[in-house]
Structure formats: structure tokens, C-alpha cells
T-cell receptor
Framework: EPEVTQTPSHQVTQMGQEVILRCVPI?????FYWYRQILGQKVEFLVS????????KSEIFDDQFSVERPDGSNFTLKIRSTKLEDSAMYFC????????????????FGAGSRLTVL | AQSVTQLDSHVSVSEGTPVLLRCNYS??????LFWYVQHPNKGLQLLLK??????LVKGINGFEAEFKKSETSFHLTKPSAHMSDAAEYFC??????????FGAGTRLFVKA
């Protein structure tokens, strides 16, 4: 069964450093997402990406965050200057739907990248 | 605004007994509803989905969920728990946009 793969599985970084989390979505999927889960809290939507641009973002996704699809397979989340509160599990997801208003948007998630900021 | 409430943060059952994980949603529009499961160090796996077809939805591993509009509920059930069902379960809603809303999660413990 096709999978969404994420690397690294765990990254430890110092506050203020830049971090790039990588994702390889399912090959025929058109929509890409990042979610995060701070320990003990809900899974929160960060951003969605379609046709090489951000389609929607949450209030969490401020100027320190950016996303990119640098080639035909990878989808990355960059955190420019990490803060302690960025410590979380970050999930990448992808979906196949061509139109989000035309029915259920079923997301396939990766295993997550755990980010620890010291 | 849409929201998802999972009524129990933890549920503990004995192996072989029924499982009930409760979920209520709030949405201005007819939502699509999902249950995902997360095993330790694994990704979020789709268990089942409701998309305005049959109100009783069957998923993988013997799980079912029933959409009840009058109660705004989408509870997850399984007739007989197995040790391998121990995991975190998330109720999720989507009203057709890009943003999918997660409940807080329910951790299921299964005792031998």
C-alpha cells in the first residue's frame, strides 16, 4: 500500500537554528499538508499546498514557517529560527482530491517527525 | 466554526469485551467524518470514513461507526477488543475545505 514517508523521524536542535522536515507524498496525490501535535495536545493544522502554492494556512503558520516542493517528489517544511515551543511531532499528509469541495478529503499521513528544540 | 470533541481521553477495556469510543462534532455544514488510529511510533492510519452515504460505516480491523445527525455523534465501536487495538484514536471532521479538524484523541488500553 502506498505510504507517505517522512524524514527525519526525530531531530534535536538548538533554539534559533533552522530545521527542514522532509516528506515524500504518495505519487499520484495532488494536495499536501503539514500538521503538528505538541505533546499532550491536539493535532493541529498548519498548512495545505496545491499546485505549487499555499492554499490555506492556520494562524500557527507564521513567517518563521515555509513550505516548498523543490522537485517532483519532496514536500518540505522549514522552520527558520526554532523556538522551544516548536517542539512537537510534525505530520505530513497528502490527498488525491482534485477539488476539496467535491466530497470527503481523505488524508494519508506519514509516521511523523519528532522535533525537539533545546 | 467546526469542532470535534472526543468525550474520553482514556478508555480501558478487557480483551474480548466491546469497545466504545465517543465523538461529537459541531459543524455548520454536513461534515465528512473519519476515525484514525495511531500506534506508537507509527503514522495516522485511516480506520473508516463517513461521507453522507450509509450512516453505519464499517472499517478495518472490525471497527464500525454510526453517524447520528440528531445527536451530532460519530461513535466508534468494536464488538470484541484485541490486544493489538491498544492505540490512540482520533475522530476527525472535514467540511470540504482544506482544513481537517482533529479531536483531542482517546487512548485505548486493552487488558489481558
Amino acid at each position: 500500500e502506498p505510504e507517505v514517508t517522512q524524514t527525519p523521524s526525530h531531530q534535536v536542535t538548538q533554539m534559533g537554528q533552522e530545521v527542514i522536515l522532509r516528506c515524500v507524498p504518495i505519487s499520484n496525490h495532488l494536495y499536501f499538508y503539514w500538521y503538528r501535535q505538541i505533546l499532550g495536545q491536539k493535532v493541529e493544522f498548519l498548512v495545505s499546498f496545491y499546485n505549487n502554492e499555499i492554499s490555506e494556512k492556520s494562524e500557527i503558520f507564521d513567517d518563521q514557517f515555509s513550505v516548498e516542493r523543490p522537485d517532483g517528489s519532496n514536500f518540505t517544511l522549514k522552520i527558520r529560527s526554532t523556538k522551544l515551543e516548536d517542539s512537537a511531532m510534525y505530520f505530513c499528509a497528502s490527498s488525491v482530491r482534485a477539488s476539496p469541495s467535491s466530497g470527503a478529503n481523505v488524508l494519508t499521513f506519514g509516521a511523523g517527525s519528532r522535533l525537539t528544540v533545546l | 466554526a467546526q469542532s470535534v470533541t472526543q468525550l474520553d481521553s482514556h478508555v480501558s477495556v478487557s480483551e474480548g469485551t466491546p469497545v466504545l469510543l465517543r465523538c461529537n462534532y459541531s459543524s455548520s455544514y454536513s461534515p465528512s467524518l473519519f476515525w484514525y488510529v495511531q500506534h506508537p511510533n507509527k503514522g495516522l492510519q485511516l480506520l473508516l470514513k463517513y461521507t453522507s452515504a450509509a450512516t453505519l460505516v464499517k472499517g478495518i480491523n472490525g471497527f464500525e461507526a454510526e453517524f447520528k445527525k440528531s445527536e451530532t455523534s460519530f461513535h466508534l465501536t468494536k464488538p470484541s477488543a484485541h490486544m493489538s487495538d491498544a492505540a490512540e484514536y482520533f475522530c476527525v471532521a472535514n467540511t470540504g475545505g482544506f482544513k481537517t479538524i482533529f479531536g483531542a484523541g482517546t487512548r485505548l488500553f486493552v487488558k489481558a
